[in-house]
């Protein structure tokens, strides 16, 4: 999978070389093309530092205008009221996550039947996406992620686990400990807790399951936001290195523990292309036309020491 995306990303990069010294005079002739990315995340979420750097560039290259807009607090009500009012400022098309379908779905029809191409990155389903009328999801597929991570765990000798969700309200991320759990061979059960976003609280929750639970022989965070506090939680128990660590997503803190030893291997569904791929495509649909016939499935891949590389060197601004 890793090699068909970085066929596929210098592919575009090449593909569209032309039209990024183009897309100036492009606009200059016509309407200039603007779009808007709004996702679930949160203010405090450094992970989507890279999407934005994704739009940044996909816009100066193709020509394009791009916003980023999202609920401060993560809010989902508040995520719905933006997709509403991105839809009200007549964009030539959204680009949204879709982490909660009931709370999310009616806004993103809406936008649709108003004639606004809409394409689904990052959180939900190609079901899901077909289901509000988007042209295309480019994302990981969740389950799939965490049920390759459960069979590399199991290989590696891991029975039990604790998943540490961040995002307890995303049920498409939580598919993600569902998977690992099904790559065990094991019942999820109570091996999922709900750590809340405060980093504070996540450590001492996962102190709090490790101390109850010593006999748990692996964890699995889901991105930064609750890798870097469980990080410093197994430094503080003195099992840093010790106990077996899984993670999705990047980051600066997720790499040096990945150099480090601390966590075993880090899942990068490629975030940069989750942003930089829809601005393409619907600046090239709008164009001329033309679409990808499937959805892009952006990850799984797996980042161990042995291969940080550029991983390291981007972390947290394209990787």
């Known amino acids: 999978?890793?090699?068909?995306?970085?066929?596929?990303?210098?592919?575009?990069?090449?593909?569209?070389?032309?039209?990024?010294?183009?897309?100036?005079?492009?606009?200059?002739?016509?309407?200039?093309?603007?779009?808007?990315?709004?996702?679930?995340?949160?203010?405090?979420?450094?992970?989507?530092?890279?999407?934005?750097?994704?739009?940044?560039?996909?816009g100066d290259q193709m020509g394009v205008d791009v916003e980023y807009r999202n609920p401060p607090t993560g809010d989902l009500a508040d995520m719905a009221r933006i997709i509403e009012q991105a839809s009200a400022s007549g964009p030539n098309g959204i680009i949204t996550t879709l982490a909660d379908f009931?709370?999310?779905?009616?806004?993103?029809?809406?936008?649709?039947?108003?004639?606004?191409?809409?394409?689904?990155?990052?959180?939900?389903?190609?079901?899901?996406?077909?289901?509000?009328?988007?042209?295309?999801?480019?994302?990981?597929?969740?389950?799939?992620?965490?049920?390759?991570?459960?069979?590399?765990?199991?290989?590696?000798?891991?029975?039990?686990f604790v998943c540490?969700?961040?995002?307890?309200?995303n049920t498409v991320v939580g598919e993600r400990?569902?998977?690992?759990?099904?790559?065990?061979?094991?019942?999820?059960?109570?091996?999922?807790?709900?750590?809340?976003?405060?980093p504070a609280e996540i450590k001492n929750r996962v102190i709090a399951y490790l101390t109850a639970n010593p006999e748990t022989d692996a964890i699995l965070t889901l991105g930064p936001t609750s890798?870097?506090?469980?990080?410093?939680?197994?430094?503080?128990?003195?099992?840093?290195?010790?106990?077996?660590?899984?993670?999705?997503d990047?980051?600066?803190?997720i790499v040096k523990a990945i150099k480090s030893d601390v966590i075993n291997w880090g899942i990068d569904q490629q975030p940069f292309l989750q942003?930089?791929?829809?601005?393409?495509?619907?600046?090239n649909y709008d164009r001329y036309g033309v679409l990808p016939g499937n959805n892009i499935n952006s990850g799984p891949g797996f980042v161990t020491k042995d291969a940080l590389g550029k991983v390291e060197e981007f972390a947290g601004e394209f990787r």
């Open 1 to 58: 999978m890793n090699k068909l995306l970085s066929k596929l990303a210098l592919a575009a990069t090449v593909a569209l070389a032309p039209l990024a010294m183009t897309g100036a005079a492009v606009a200059d002739g016509h309407e200039k093309l603007k779009y808007v990315l709004v996702s679930h995340a949160p203010d405090s979420d450094s992970w989507w530092n890279t999407i934005k750097n994704g739009i940044a560039l996909a």
């Open 102 to 160: 009931d709370v999310l779905s009616g806004p993103i029809k809406a936008a649709v039947d108003q004639g606004i191409n809409v394409i689904i990155m990052n959180s939900g389903t190609p079901e899901q996406t077909r289901d509000v009328g988007a042209l295309m999801f480019v994302g990981q597929p969740e389950y799939d992620a965490g049920y390759a991570a459960g069979l590399r765990a199991k290989g590696d000798g891991v029975e039990s």
């Open 164 to 169: 540490v969700n961040h995002v307890i309200s």
């Open 177 to 198: 400990c569902r998977g690992f759990a099904d790559g065990l061979g094991v019942d999820l059960g109570d091996s999922m807790i709900d750590s809340g976003q405060d």
């Open 227 to 248: 890798a870097d506090p469980t990080i410093l939680a197994v430094e503080e128990m003195g099992i840093s290195g010790d106990i077996y660590f899984g993670t999705f």
């Open 250 to 253: 990047l980051g600066t803190e």
């Open 275 to 283: 942003a930089y791929l829809p601005v393409v495509i619907l600046a």
